[in-house]
């Protein structure tokens, strides 16, 4: 037998459907096997997980990593390297840095950080009314998906009209492309942050005050109905409500291809929570009252909520405590604790580790089109594997991220399940919790290898495109006088 590159023995391999005692082999970042240690080919080396899980890697469809723009927040090295310590092989980074992600330059601009990156990578480029006409370009220069700010958030990019994103869902769907959305009605929220302030409220619940779970019923309803129209592909940021949940349901049973995420935030804090954290904990949508944490457990139970992302969003301590909640920076750091989080909520029974596998890696990798390749350890998938350690407990603590942002709400949480190990395409990444620097660089993006299921377009014959080509008039009238 041929001897490859690595055999990772003696742990219990996590997918989807079983946990099962198996090595697994990598070869040139493959996997080449997994099964009984005694089929295993000679290795150069050997990885000891005896007592350890080993898990596909997480693949996070929500970061922001803030380069180019913000290097006092973020840079890509830094949040690659969280990413990496926190168990995530795969990043899809946000369009709101400074330039925003819809030009070709800024997007070639993202694709210069991003060479420093430690894990594989996506670019979600910017849909917003400026770029609608160029969506074609930005993923012939690399972006693998969009982001559309339909919510007011941070970097205040304009939210596209309704007009340009029905325009742009028709471009994309022909292409199967996805695009994100941040699930918010800007218009509602705008004006009841003003009368919020003529109030004088600046007291932490102010936040939700200003954005009811209404403005996410309204804004997922509304991109649904445009995405079933045309067969454009979405998907649901940072699903906050369990008022809204409904409106995914719903659109899932119509058939409209909207998958939606959740963030730890969301499952495990509320109100009681901003009470005590204020500024630290602002995040767009604002976390809620308690009784929204169980339905959302449910929904991801039950598919209707798909997968777990993070939304790292971070930013310097004091742009996050000043007095006026309104004055306070929106997110916070969220990929390096993530999975700890997680691990610690199967410790305690609230799901299993293969729920979770589902939620961090599986669910997202068919979402973005790379199923098969990554988000399962089975030979011929990327070795993208992260081996975790259930039984380690400890405490969270800012000081020890690795983000540039050293301010978390998760500060002090005890937890119990820690990523010991990280590999990308069968390198370490982080090696027994360490940080491996100079596996900066590794990280690649996803682009080749991503390939989205065949598009379902609908009603192509109402796109702009059509009704707007030379002699449709014409046509149009003689279909309208043919009998039949
Ligand atoms: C995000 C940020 O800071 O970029 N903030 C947030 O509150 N979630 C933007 C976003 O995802 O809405
Ligand atoms: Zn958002
Ligand atoms: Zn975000």
Redesign the pocket.
């Known amino acids: 037998m041929k001897t490859v590159d690595m055999v990772i023995r003696g742990g219990k391999v996590v997918s989807s459907q079983r946990i099962i005692s198996a090595s697994v082999a990598i070869d040139g970042g493959i996997v080449v096997a997994v099964g009984q240690d005694d089929t295993m080919p000679p290795a150069r080396e050997t990885v000891d997980a005896t007592g350890l899980y080993v898990l596909p890697g997480a693949i996070d469809s929500?970061v922001?990593f803030r380069d180019p723009g913000y290097p006092h927040k973020e840079t890509w090295k830094s949040g690659s390297a969280a990413a990496a310590c926190g168990g995530v092989t795969t990043v899809f980074d946000?369009p709101?840095t400074s330039p925003p992600t819809g030009t070709i330059e800024a997007l070639q601009m993202k694709l210069r950080a991003a060479e420093s990156s430690y894990v594989d990578f996506g670019i979600h480029a910017l849909f917003g009314d400026e770029s609608v006409d160029h969506l074609e370009d930005l993923l012939d220069a690399g972006a693998t998906s969009f982001k559309a700010?339909v919510?007011n958030?941070?970097?205040n990019l304009p939210a596209p009209t309704d007009g340009a994103l029905l325009e742009g869902f028709e471009k994309l769907a022909p292409l199967g492309v996805r695009t994100v959305v941040?699930a918010e009605n800007s218009s509602i929220m705008a004006r009841r942050q003003k009368r919020l302030r003529d109030a004088g409220r600046i007291d932490p619940l102010a936040h939700l005050a200003a954005r009811p779970a209404v403005a996410e019923i309204e804004a997922i309803g509304r991109v649904a109905t445009l995405a079933e129209w045309t067969g454009a592909r979405v998907h649901i940021?940072?699903h906050s409500a369990a008022d809204s949940l409904y409106v995914l349901r719903d659109a899932k049973a119509r058939g409209v291809d909207i998958t939606a995420e959740t963030c730890p935030q969301y499952l495990l804090l509320n109100t009681n929570d901003m009470l005590r954290l204020g500024g630290i904990l602002?995040?767009?949508p604002p976390v809620r009252e308690a009784r929204h944490n169980q339905p959302l457990w449910d929904a991801l139970r039950e598919g209707v909520i798909d997968m777990i992302a993070t939304?790292h969003?971070p930013?310097a301590p004091e742009e996050k405590t000043r007095e006026s909640i309104w004055e306070c920076?929106?997110?916070f750091p969220g990929v390096e604790t993530q999975m700890a989080l997680m691990l610690t909520e199967v410790n305690r029974g609230r799901a299993s580790l293969m729920d979770y596998v589902r939620w961090s890696a599986e669910a997202p990798a068919k979402a973005w089109g790379l199923a098969g390749v990554k988000g399962v350890i089975t030979p011929g998938a990327h070795a993208d594997i992260v081996i975790v350690d259930m039984d380690r407990t400890g405490t969270l603590s800012e000081n020890r991220l690795r983000s540039i942002s050293k301010i978390s709400p998760w500060h002090n949480r005890a937890v119990q399940g820690y990523p010991l190990h990280t590999l990308v395409r069968g390198r370490f990444v982080m090696r027994d919790g360490e940080l491996v620097e100079d596996a900066a660089g590794w990280g690649k993006t996803i682009k080749g290898i991503q390939a989205m299921p065949e598009a379902q377009v609908r009603h192509p014959e109402t796109f702009i495109t059509a009704v707007t080509e030379p002699g449709a008039a014409a046509r149009e009238a003689d279909i309208t006088r043919s009998p039949s």
């Open positions: 929500h922001h946000m709101n700010f919510g958030t941070f970097g941040h940021a940072h602002r995040v767009n939304d969003a930013h920076d929106c997110g």
